[in-house]
């Protein structure tokens, strides 16, 4: 990923300006569909995870930092989605693997809640606070520390900690309330 943006379109960019953001696709979009490519081996995926990238790339446009490199932003954004996608990968094929050998597989029922959940979840994670939500994306879905997000929001490890928390107590409230509702 070798193309380089100039400070104006980046600031463009984070400015909500859609001309910027197009600029910024069309000049990064193919690289980073070859990079996550070459880690995932699945060109369909690499398609989607980076289409993926690239709309969180514009929800959190505020958070770049235009005094680095958006070369190295945006290669550590795809890195991590492409070892974040291998990760859940390896856990579905190790959970399935295990069902087959058990001779058990899930049911449509069960199927079902857990995309309810999943849904809720997603829900919940919506509808929190910008910072609380943002750090929880970080955290969770892009595989970044504490100290990383801290960084990268321009705010204390602490607070990251505390707000990460926060969610983390949320969610786990609604999945026992959704639990108990199953029973």
């Known amino acids: ?69 958006f070369n190295s932003y945006l290669h550590t954004i795809a890195r991590n989605a492409a070892i974040n996608f291998l990760k859940h990968k390896y856990v579905c094929d190790a959970y399935l693997n295990n069902n087959q050998e058990t001779g058990y597989s899930s049911t449509s029922e069960e199927d079902l809640i857990a995309k309810e959940l999943e849904m809720l979840i997603d829900e919940l994670v919506g509808g929190m606070p910008e910072q609380r939500r943002m750090i929880y994306t970080l955290s969770r879905n892009e595989g970044l520390s504490n100290a990383e997000i801290a960084e990268r929001l321009n705010t204390t490890k602490r607070n990251v900690e505390s707000q990460l928390s926060l969610a983390l107590k949320e969610i786990r409230k609604v999945i026992s309330c959704f639990l108990v509702s199953l029973l």
């Open 1 to 69: 990923m070798n193309n380089n943006i100039d400070i104006k379109t980046l600031e463009a960019f984070q400015d909500g300006n859609h001309k910027a953001f197009e600029t910024i696709f069309i000049a990064y979009y193919n690289k980073t569909k070859t990079f996550i490519d070459g880690y995932i081996k699945s060109e369909p995926d690499a398609e989607e995870l980076t289409e993926d990238l690239f709309v969180n790339l514009w929800i959190n446009r505020h958070s770049i930092d235009t005094s680095r490199s």
